[in-house]
């Protein structure tokens, strides 16, 4: 499979001397490690939310690509440090400097070190659909309209 090129720009130019470029860490890796672009470290106190620069900029161009920024497992479950929004979401048109919203969830005070890989990057195919509005569905699934826990949890 041929891999999609994506323009980066370096918006700090700490990228590409003292802190990385994001990169794959192993090759059946689905995500690149966005890293921290600071220049000392930063503390993030219990229940704050601050964002933390990762030092690029990119230009998909293509609307059927999204890039999301997704959490580190490590850091959410060792230290409570989450995305803000969950999973963030960079559209193909966007070309300014990605930023990394994160939440301190845990118990105690997080650092944040300069270069930290902080959270995750991943490119995914994108389908844009027309609503069409009806006054009846076309066809009745077997849930219908069946909400939370309605399937039951076992």
């Keep these: ?14 990228i590409g001397t003292t ?9 059946g890796a689905a995500a690149m490690d966005l890293r921290a672009c600071l220049d000392a470290p930063k503390t993030v106190q219990p229940g704050e939310t601050t964002l933390i620069p ?10 059927e690509l999204v890039a999301l920024l997704v959490p580190r497992s490590g850091l959410g479950i060792k230290h409570g440090i989450v995305l803000a929004n969950t999973v963030g979401v960079i ?14 969830r845990g118990a105690v005070p997080y650092t944040v070190e300069p270069g930290e890989r902080i959270c995750q990057m991943m490119f995914v ?19 219908g309209t069946g909400g939370f826990g309605s399937t039951g949890s076992h």
């Design 125 to 143: 195919p994108v389908l844009q659909a027309d609503l069409c509005v009806v006054s009846e569905f076309s066809q009745e699934s077997d849930r």
């Design 91 to 104: 559209d193909s048109d966007y070309q300014g400097e990605i930023g990394i919203g994160i939440l301190n």
């Design 54 to 63: 990762s030092g690029i900029a990119i230009s998909i161009h293509d609307p």
């Design 19 to 27: 802190i990385q470029l994001p990169t794959y860490t192993t090759s």
């Design 1 to 14: 499979m041929k891999r999609p090129k994506i323009e980066t720009k370096i918006m700090n130019p700490l």
